[in-house]
């Protein structure tokens, strides 16, 4: 009663889930590197990157009296905050505009920035402060 046992390969037990998540994953790849997702998460990282665009940005703000009356000492943005906030990237990365919040030890708020590149360094258009409490904005440039 020696019966003979045959297996089936691993590929032909798992094709049944394999194959349709596979596809699922193609596609859904295909999604986001077409889509706005893609594009924002590119800006995104970009902005990470270069931080010299932010981190000069809250220095010019951090030499204007109404924002120190306002915030005060406003700590570095962190990482997340570029996450929830807008990040767009136009003309090649040579000019972006970010809206992100930022963090003082009197209040909150949040720091708008218009820039262009040009030979290396970024030129500020606009930067607005937009403060919670009391509800005001703040044009350093």
Avoid at 32 to 49: D, F, L
Avoid at 114 to 119: E, G, I, L, S, T
Wanted: proline share 2%.
């Amino acid at each position: 009663m020696n019966e003979l046992i045959v297996y089936k390969s691993w590929w032909s037990r798992h094709c049944k889930w394999l194959v349709p998540l596979a596809i699922v994953i193609i596609a859904g790849i295909g999604v986001i590197g077409s889509s706005k997702v893609g594009e924002n998460t590119t800006h995104i990282i970009k902005a990470y990157t270069e931080a010299s665009l932010h981190e000069n940005a809250i220095a010019i703000a951090q030499n204007n009296n109404e924002v120190m009356v306002a915030l005060g000492k406003i700590e570095p943005i962190d990482k997340f905050a570029l996450l929830e906030g807008g990040v767009r990237y136009s003309n090649n990365y040579e000019s972006a505009e970010l809206h992100v919040r930022i963090k003082g030890d009197k209040g909150r708020g949040k720091i708008d920035i218009y820039a262009f590149k040009q030979d290396g360094n970024w030129h500020y258009k606009v930067i607005n402060i937009r403060v919670r409490e009391p509800k005001q904005t703040i044009i350093v440039l």
